[in-house]
């Protein structure tokens, strides 16, 4: 079926980086991006950026330019999100997410979603 | 920036429909197609509306979306237990480039 399967849970100390992968089956990967969004405890959903999974091109937020990098394997159906510079508001859960069909992805609307991926950051 | 804004809480009961609102900007909503997630919590978003107004395969015909200007608007009609969730719109910003999501309005079932 299709699906996203996320990396586990990370502890990581203030300063450091964080790489989180997502992994897609069930669909051709290099058709659609993928993107990641954020969601830290108690509080709203958070669009982090996004890659092409065909020609690797990334957009990000302004927010998080310059500390996010997105980068994808294509041979192994697999994108990566890397935060650098974590701080305490950093802890969040991480999700990709993405369009899986021309008519979502007309829409930037995310039919799937991964699992969720727990980043804490902490002395 | 402005960020959709939604009531943070929304209730009914049973049987009952409700209507969940979001407000943009001429930036964002007022330009741009928008989209429904819906949340349980411990469970990632699942997309329950996309293209202001069409339903995924899937979703019941009891969810349904509607715009006006620089607002967008969820009703679920025959409210049902399982409905208890967390809802977010989400659109496109034309100003920051970005996607935009609302704060999340809170629904309980009584």
């Known amino acids: 079926q299709v699906q996203l399967v996320q990396s586990g849970a990370e502890v990581k100390k203030p300063g450091a980086s964080v790489k989180v992968s997502c992994t897609a089956s069930g669909y051709t990967f290099t058709t659609y991006a993928m993107h990641w969004v954020r969601q830290a405890p108690g509080q709203s959903l958070e669009w982090m950026g996004w890659?092409?999974?065909?020609?690797?091109?990334?957009k990000y937020s302004r927010k998080f330019q310059g500390r996010v990098t997105i980068t994808r394997v294509t041979s192994a159906s697999t994108a990566y999100m890397e935060l650098s510079s974590l701080t305490s508001e950093d802890t969040a859960v991480y999700y990709c997410?993405?369009?899986?069909?021309?008519?979502?992805?007309?829409?930037?609307?995310?039919?799937?979603w991964g699992q969720g991926t727990m980043v804490t950051v902490s002395s | 920036q402005s960020v959709p804004t939604q009531s943070p809480s929304a209730s009914g009961t049973p049987g009952q429909r409700v209507n969940i609102s979001c407000s943009g900007s001429?930036?964002?909503?007022?330009?741009?197609?928008v989209n429904w997630y819906q949340q349980v919590p411990g469970t990632a978003p699942k997309l329950l509306i996309y293209n202001n107004n069409q339903r995924p395969s899937g979703v019941p015909d009891r969810f349904s979306g509607s715009k006006s200007g620089t607002s967008v608007f969820l009703a679920i009609s025959g409210l049902q237990s399982e409905d208890e969730a967390e809802y977010y719109c989400?659109?496109?910003?034309?100003?920051?480039?970005?996607?935009?999501f609302g704060g999340g309005t809170k629904l309980t079932v009584l």
């Open positions: 997410a993405a369009p899986t069909t021309a008519t979502t992805a007309r829409y930037d609307a995310f039919d799937i």
């Open positions: 890659i092409n999974g065909g020609d690797g091109n990334t």
């Open positions: 001429s930036s964002n909503i007022g330009i741009r197609v």
């Open positions: 989400a659109a496109w910003d034309d100003s920051l480039n970005g996607l935009l």
